[in-house]
């Protein structure tokens, strides 16, 4: 198994991928998109998913395509396994990215890159797509690095 | 039109609790232990338990109001609720619902109570083991986002960096509850004192605002109050202690899912803190004791800030161990030692020492004290909070 490119060791909980409401995201994230829920009515972004527009109330809501570029809005860098597959492996930063290009919504991932990469509110950082074909059903993350 | 309102309407006129245990050292069963806090809870009250018309809890208490009104053989059951929300977001509404029943008619008794023993069940700091995340969950579980601690650390991270507040802030509000619980027999860490060297030498639990003393312990017991009408309060036992204000919800869209609520580094307090002082006619400056739910030391300086009680650009001053400690700070906080030191009691054991503060009788007595407040659990969503007062204050 190749696991030295993820972010967290494998045997955590699985996304469930194939939910009506959110199974267009995860398809595009296996194709390398960040797709999000944007209203047919009111033409905002929303994240996440969810039947009606909390806006306009309309429930035509589509998918849009959107830069996976955003900003650090906040972080946390867990020290104490709260899952057995994470005995023994140590901190790990989870980060909340804000899209400004896309209403503002923010999106969790873990920040990956350079070891010991700092984050910092209002970073730059830009999506990586973590494919995890080993698992039954594939599935990829959508996972954060710093830009420049 | 008569106004709509609790203040001075309902009383707590009994409290109760069991002993409490460190987590999965309860000889007793989850039910055994609600049931002894509600028969204390009756006794001190002087009130026969098979009067008890009704039960009010939250957090998704597994002892069933109708399981207990058999057991104890209660006449009749006219009330029966469960606050939505998990932990101790719900403690401060538990006791407004069961005001606003006896208040309204619906029932004329009511406990409101919580009980735990979690070493009977799945743990709260754990996180979740099944194999799939459904739901909002898809888009935490898979990054190591699981537990309680971790769904809020990033709104403290958000707000003490935003407002330039250091991590001795959080470390007073600890040691404050630590200071208090060392006079106190019930509570779990009686003999088991903090200090500044010991706090900052305790392992990360999440960085950058979460050490070890930063996070509530898990504890078996159970706890209860019971509430009546103000005219009943009045020929029991004890001096009545009243309802002034109560307040539960929301500000627009905090639970907005995967991080997304607008106004996101906050307590989920800002409407629900401004709801209660319009009840309870009073401000911030009229609270002479506080308890504040320790979930997390964070989520306390939040509620404290979302209850006008300290301004974010003082909180470095301000939140010194000194002021916090009975009798003689300036903003007695967690005067029995709290979730994190009394025990975690889900906050029902604040609203006790609440009581026990107003009717003078707490173990670290704040001077003639005649408004109480309790903040329940921070950070979820809803959350509450609670004003009490004594006759004077009506
Ligand atoms: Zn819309």
Redesign the interface.
């Known amino acids: 198994m190749s696991t030295t490119n993820h972010a967290l060791p494998p045997g955590l909980p699985a996304p469930s991928t194939e939910e009506p409401l959110s199974a267009p995201y995860w398809k595009a994230a296996r194709e390398g998109r960040l797709l999000v829920q944007k209203c047919g009515g009111c033409g905002g972004h929303q994240w996440g998913p969810e039947w009606i527009c909390h806006r306009c109330h309309s429930f035509d809501l589509d998918w849009a395509e959107v830069k996976p570029r955003g900003r650090i809005y906040s972080w946390e860098t867990p020290h104490h396994p709260v899952h057995p597959a994470l005995n023994g492996h140590g901190p790990y930063t989870i980060v909340l990215v804000e899209l400004p290009e896309a209403d503002n919504i923010r999106m969790i991932g873990n920040l990956v890159g350079a070891p010991g990469a700092e984050p910092r509110i209002e970073a730059e950082v830009e999506a990586v797509f973590e494919p995890n074909d080993e698992a039954s059903p594939p599935y990829t993350l959508v996972q954060w690095r710093l830009v420049g | 039109m008569t106004e709509r309102t609790l203040r001075g309407k309902a009383a707590i006129a009994g409290i109760g609790e069991t002993t409490y245990y460190k987590h999965g050292q309860s000889p007793d069963a989850e039910f055994k232990l609600a049931l002894k806090a509600v028969l204390a809870a009756c006794a001190d009250a002087g009130i026969d338990p098979r009067e008890v018309d009704g039960f009010a809890t939250y957090g998704n208490d597994r002892s069933e109001a109708t399981r207990l009104a058999a057991a104890l053989g209660i006449h009749e059951l006219r009330f029966s609720n469960m606050h939505w929300g998990g932990g101790g977001g719900g403690v401060a509404a538990a006791v407004a619902n069961a005001a606003a029943a006896v208040h309204s008619g619906m029932a004329n008794c009511v406990i409101a109570f919580r009980s735990l023993a979690q070493g009977q069940f799945a743990r709260y700091?754990?996180?979740?083991?099944?194999?799939?995340?459904?739901?909002?969950?898809?888009?935490?579980?898979?990054?190591?986002?699981?537990?309680p601690?971790?769904r809020f650390?990033?709104?403290i991270?958000?707000f003490l960096?935003?407002n330039g507040i250091r991590h001795e802030a959080l470390r007073s509000i600890a040691l404050a509850s630590y200071h208090h619980a060392q006079s106190n027999p019930r509570a779990v860490m009686q003999g088991r004192p903090l200090d500044e060297a010991k706090y900052d030498a305790s392992?990360?639990?999440?960085?950058?605002f979460h050490r070890l003393f930063d996070c509530c312990q898990e504890n078996d017991g159970a706890a209860a109050v019971l509430v009546v009408p103000a005219d009943r309060a009045k020929d029991l036992p004890h001096p009545p202690v009243y309802l002034l204000g109560a307040a539960q919800g929301g500000h627009h869209?905090s639970a907005?899912?995967?991080?997304?609520a607008p106004h996101?580094?906050s307590a989920h307090f800002p409407t629900v803190a401004r709801n209660l002082y319009e009840m309870a006619k009073c401000g911030p400056g009229d609270i002479d004791v506080l308890q504040a739910y320790e979930n997390f030391t964070g989520g306390v300086l939040l509620g404290l800030v979302e209850h006008g009680l300290v301004k974010p650009e003082e909180a470095n001053e301000f939140l010194v161990k000194e002021n916090l400690l009975a009798p003689t700070g300036r903003m007695p906080l967690n005067t029995s030692g709290g979730n994190l030191a009394e025990c975690y009691m889900h906050g029902l054991e604040l609203v006790n020492e609440a009581v026990r503060q107003l009717r003078r009788t707490a173990i670290n007595q704040v001077p003639d004290p005649e408004i109480a407040m309790v903040i329940g659990g921070p950070m979820v969503t809803p959350v509450s909070s609670l004003i009490l007062g004594t006759e004077g204050t009506l």
Do not use: C
Not at chain 2, 125 to 146: I, R, T, V
Not at chain 2, 203 to 208: H, Q, S
């Open positions: 700091g754990k996180g979740a083991q099944a194999p799939m995340a459904m739901g909002e969950d898809a888009f935490l579980w898979p990054y190591g986002l699981m537990s601690a971790q650390a990033m709104k991270t958000r960096t935003e392992r990360w639990i999440i960085e950058p869209r907005a899912p995967v991080h997304n996101y580094a």
